[in-house]
């Protein structure tokens, strides 16, 4: 979700990638791609999530208790460290294919190798594809080309694979109040798992989320409700008519 710009201090500027000093918080960081903001990071505390969205899927993952997490896509891999500051002894596994976003994450954003933190460039679908079931505790897809998931990581086939490795699964996907895009990428997340929901708000960051068996909603939606940005949980009985002739997508 884009932050209120106040006469920011670019330290890099590298074909349309960007990065700015937060002017309200000396240690903050802002990633900025064609000019929307990408990521946020504190090089003084990794655990600090600026993002809305990144602090209400950390939310979710605290409540199942997910601490070996595939990451697809992430910039500068924000939440897996911060989850893998809070805990080392977890998994948290990036893939980012974007080899100029890892580089200047790098350069300028503090990324450092850490326990409990790995990082690689390539491909997250051809990854995914790779790793046996029960790999992974849950997999977080937070990849985009403009404001669009792109849309091979969320046809049938890729969400296919990942409810084969996890039993979670938490797409951060933007939209308007139309919502169609995460209406049809949660059409898609129904038929691998058995329990779909959102959180998230009106206009702008959704989560839409996939579950092999049934989390404690009650304590997401508290936390969410509570957060600074409070998010609304729509819980699978309100989101199933709402996805009643919605096509999902299926590689062509």
Partial sequence: MARARTQPTVIVRQGDL???RDPRRASGRLLRQEDMDASYVD???PTHLEFDYLRWIRIVLRTAG???VLHVGGGAC??????????????QEVWEANAEVLAIAREHLG???ARGLR???GDGREHLASQIGASWQAVVVD???????PRRLVTVQALADISRVAPLALINVVDNRAAQNVRRIAAGVAEVYPHTWTVGARVGNTIVAGARGALDLGRIRVAAAADRSPARLMPPG???PLLVGIPPWYDE
């Fill in 18 to 20: 960007v990065v700015e």
């Fill in 119 to 121: 990082v690689r460039h």
């Fill in 238 to 240: 309100a989101l199933a």
């Fill in 78 to 91: 924000t939440l897996a460290r911060a989850l893998a500051a809070e805990d080392p002894d977890g998994r």
């Fill in 66 to 68: 997910a601490r070996r």
């Fill in 143 to 149: 990849a985009f080309i403009g404001a669009a998931v």
């Fill in 111 to 113: 990324l450092r190798r």
């Fill in 43 to 45: 090089l003084a505390d």
